[in-house]
T-cell receptor, first 115, second 113 residues
């Protein structure tokens, strides 16, 4: 049973460019959350998607946007990249019916470097 | 809003020695508390969680944590560490009705042979 799959694993972009990161949730999961983990820090919540809608958002600018597809996979888009966007981006999937238990499965992340 | 503080950025421990990682949280109501471990190049793996009930929680890999409401703490312990326990450990808090985890800054554990 595959866990959470994220692609690509590493990415280098130039300031001002746009980037798309992808996440395939664990089989059977229907909810996807995205976290940003800067070097030496803990993960910070970006947003969560359920039923193809953004359900909750953390303290991130509108440059960060997302999408969830009918098959529950998700994309994270970041526009007008800044050097400070360099981080490990983690995707976590879960099952809505299990929400009270916070049964998250995390992917290994996409390492984004902005130069 | 909830927050988490992990006072120790790095801890070095000898293999076979005991380990305790500190976590302090800030939240007005009863928190949901978690400990995750992250090995290099890996995602986060849940070690244990506390929602209610017995304040001493057992987790995987021989870890346990104790919830102390009076001290707003949820410290993680292991009686005897193995070299494979070298990793970064994150404490996190959530609310009963919420959708997100709020993480501390992490504690990096180094294990000496």
């Amino acid at each position: 049973d595959a866990g959470v799959t994220q692609s690509p694993t590493h990415l280098i972009k130039t300031r001002g460019q746009q980037v798309t990161l992808r996440c395939s949730p664990k089989s059977g999961h229907d909810t996807v959350s995205w976290y940003q983990q800067a070097l030496g820090q803990g993960p910070q919540f970006i947003f969560q998607y359920y039923e193809e809608e953004e359900r909750q958002r953390g303290n991130f600018p509108d440059r960060f946007s997302g999408h969830q597809f009918p098959n529950y996979s998700s994309e994270l888009n970041v526009n007008a990249l800044l050097l400070g966007d360099s981080a490990l981006y983690l995707c976590a999937s879960s099952l809505e019916s299990d929400r009270p238990n916070y049964g998250y499965t995390f992917g290994s992340g996409t390492r984004l470097t902005v130069v | 809003a909830q927050s988490v503080t992990q006072p120790d950025i790095h801890i070095t421990v000898s293999e076979g020695a005991s380990l305790e990682l500190r976590c302090n949280y800030s939240y007005g109501a009863t928190p949901y508390l978690f400990w995750y471990v992250q090995s290099p190049g890996q995602g986060l793996q849940l070690l244990l969680k506390y929602f209610s009930g017995d304040t001493l929680v057992q987790g995987i890999k021989g870890f346990e944590a104790e919830f102390k409401r009076s001290q707003s703490s949820f410290n993680l312990r292991k009686p005897s560490v193995h070299w494979s326990d070298a990793a970064e450990y994150f404490c996190a808090v959530a609310t009963a009705a919420g959708n997100k985890l709020t993480f501390g800054g992490g504690t990096r554990v180094l294990v000496k042979p």
